[in-house]
């Protein structure tokens, strides 16, 4: 089954606390991406990747950091959490930039 | 700056209702009107993608239309397992970035 697979789901930590959140897709995509959904202002990009060892910043990139050394996977990291980065994540793929993006179920970060 | 912007926030229909949501852009370069359909708790889930004014396409009880300015997504005699949150964006060309709207929340009524 295609499929855009994050782990964890939930996830409560600490200010200042190293985490990752992962991602993989199986879909062979070449365009990942990392958004946060917070409510009243919807999706915003964080970051994107065009493809193995190219990522560029989307609209609100501090505070993380990704890589893609593999094409398959797509990790968010978050190297001191602050509680503003509190939120709702969602990575995506895509076939390619400028087509449709294929979602995972979201991770629901708090930092305390 | 690029922009979009959705309307309503939130729509209440009864089944059987027909109604349209509107979706406003401002975008350097247009690579794609994207739809988007998200319950509760999950990830958004792809319905259609508009390249060009002009263009419609249609699914059900959906049908999306494009402009040089705004989108549309018509729903015909809606029925309540549309109730969903629709989200549209737009992909922009030279940086490949993708920028939501916030979208809408619809609600329909047995």
């Known amino acids: 089954e295609a499929q855009v697979t994050q782990n964890p789901r939930y996830l409560i930590t600490v200010t200042g606390k190293k985490l990752t959140v992962t991602c993989s897709q199986n879909?062979?995509?070449?365009?990942m991406s990392w958004y946060r959904q917070d409510p009243g202002l919807g999706l915003r990009q964080i970051y994107y990747?065009?493809?193995?060892?190219?990522?560029d910043k989307g609209d609100v990139p501090e505070g993380y950091k990704v890589s893609r050394k593999e094409k398959r996977n797509f990790p968010l990291i978050l190297e001191s959490p602050s509680p503003n980065q509190t939120s709702l994540y969602f990575c995506?793929?895509?076939?390619?930039?400028?087509?449709?993006?294929?979602f995972g179920q979201g991770t629901r970060l708090t930092v305390v | 700056e690029d922009q979009v912007t959705q309307s309503p926030e939130a729509l209440r229909l009864q089944e059987g209702e027909s109604s349209s949501l509107n979706c406003s852009y401002t975008?350097?370069?247009?690579?794609?009107l994207f739809w988007y359909r998200q319950d509760p708790g999950k990830g958004p889930e792809f319905l259609f993608t508009?390249?060009?004014a002009g263009e419609e396409k249609e699914k059900e009880r959906l049908k999306a239309t494009l402009t040089k300015k705004e989108s549309f997504l018509h729903i015909t005699a809606p029925k309540p397992e549309d109730s969903a949150t629709y989200l549209c964006?737009?992909?922009?060309?030279?940086?490949?970035?993708?920028?939501f709207g916030t979208g809408t929340r619809l609600k329909v009524l047995a």
């Open positions: 995506a793929s895509n076939y390619r930039g400028g087509t449709e993006a294929f």
């Open positions: 964006a737009a992909g922009t060309s030279g940086t490949y970035k993708y920028i």
């Open positions: 975008v350097s370069g247009l690579r794609g």
């Open positions: 990747s065009m493809n193995v060892e190219v990522t």
């Open positions: 879909m062979n995509h070449e365009y």
């Open positions: 508009l390249y060009s």
